[in-house]
Nanobody, 123 residues
Framework: QVQLVESGGGLVQAGGSLRLSCTAS????????MGWFRQAPGKEREFVAA????????YYADSAKGRFTISRDNAENTVYLQMNSLKPEDTAVYYC????????????????WGRGTQVTVSS
């Protein structure tokens, strides 16, 4: 079993930055690809970014390209999401996901989920 814990969310003004962290514990060898998803009130959970086991390959939603960067530190079992130029429409609960064999944008491909961290961007 793998446990994922997110941190780093908060309230920020439009144009600002936040860095989210997701630390994995337990059977961490089971977390090949890692991803970030988000869910705004009244909306479905949507893909943000994913990164391969070795950190070489990354995959972004169109809404995240050019503004967000996903990275990982396998020695620390941690995945990061650097978010720049934040917009009010980025407001959501951000979830870390793990256990996918592929760089996938589909939530069903991931076996492990954190509880989420709230990101609120004010205009």
């Amino acid at each position: 079993q793998v446990q994922l814990v997110e941190s780093g969310g908060g309230l920020v003004q439009a144009g600002g930055s936040l860095r989210l962290s997701c630390t994995a514990s337990g059977r961490t060898f089971s977390t090949p690809a890692m991803g970030w998803f988000r869910q705004a009130p009244g909306k479905e959970r949507e893909f943000v970014a994913a990164i391969s086991r070795n950190g070489v390959s990354a995959y972004y939603a169109d809404s995240a390209k050019g503004r967000f960067t996903i990275s990982r530190d396998n020695a620390e079992n941690t995945v990061y999401l650097q978010m720049n130029s934040l917009k009010p429409e980025d407001t959501a609960v951000y979830y870390c996901a793990g256990g996918s064999l592929l760089l996938s944008s589909r939530p069903s491909e991931y076996n492990y989920w954190g509880r989420g961290t709230q990101v609120t961007v004010s205009s």
